[in-house]
């Protein structure tokens, strides 16, 4: 009977234990979401920490500290978790770039990496995604190519390093200015993509991944 009792109270802390853990990453994934959402809806500086642990139901009200640290390492994740995602179609596509003259290479490339972003606005969670990523650009506080690159996105370096070779009559210094600021506008693209969506008067992905792909090209590409 104390062996029956003993093996019945170890299952118990066992499964308990389980319950626990999966109520934290529950809660983790509840701030990740209400975060995203928030931001996309309202604005980042308009979001509150006790406005995202009261939107994702987190009994803690200190939650957002316990499980990130801060908001803005929050707001990170949310980032980078979508992210991650998004590039592993992305660095498969820039793989198959073929195109040997430099201008038509140059579209291709920006094809590639535009591409996932707009092809995710055709879903609900993209568009949120699309404009939580606008905000996030736009804030001084957080350095986004290094958190690109901090989370393992290899194909940003990859692309950077192809548009380069594209446009060698580019001074360096403009360039990668250039580049930065492309990143932002492809923000603002998939945001106005995801806003036709809506409203139901979207191109074809097609049409429209190119439109966006050769207005960036001629941005990169202008004369000095």
Not at 30 to 45: V, Y
Request: glycine share 6%.
């Amino acid at each position: 009977m104390i062996g029956q009792s003993s093996g019945r109270s170890r299952c118990r802390e066992w499964t308990e234990s389980v319950m626990e853990i999966s109520s934290r990453q529950d809660t983790k994934a509840e701030l990740l979401r209400s975060a995203e959402r928030l931001i996309a809806e309202k604005g980042l500086g308009a979001v509150s920490v006790k406005m995202i642990t009261t939107d994702a139901g987190a009994r803690n009200p200190s939650a957002v500290h316990y499980h990130f640290g801060s908001i803005e390492s929050l707001i990170e994740e949310v980032f980078a978790k979508r992210y991650r995602e998004i590039e592993a179609e992305r660095a498969v596509r820039l793989g198959q770039v073929a195109e040997a003259d430099p201008q038509a290479r140059l579209v291709a490339l920006v094809e590639a990496a535009i591409g996932p972003f707009l092809e995710a606005c055709l879903e609900e969670n993209g568009r949120v995604y699309a404009r939580f990523c606008l905000q996030f650009v736009s804030d001084p506080r957080f350095d986004y190519a290094k958190l690109i690159v901090d989370a393992g996105a290899h194909s940003f370096v990859r692309l950077s390093e192809e548009i380069i070779a594209c446009l060698p009559h580019i001074p360096l210094a403009r360039l990668e200015s250039r580049m930065r600021q492309s990143f932002v506008i492809a923000m603002v693209q998939a945001v106005s993509f995801a806003r036709a969506v809506e409203a139901g008067g979207a191109p074809l992905i097609d049409a429209a991944v190119r439109e966006a792909a050769t207005c960036q090209a001629a941005y990169l590409s202008a004369p000095v």
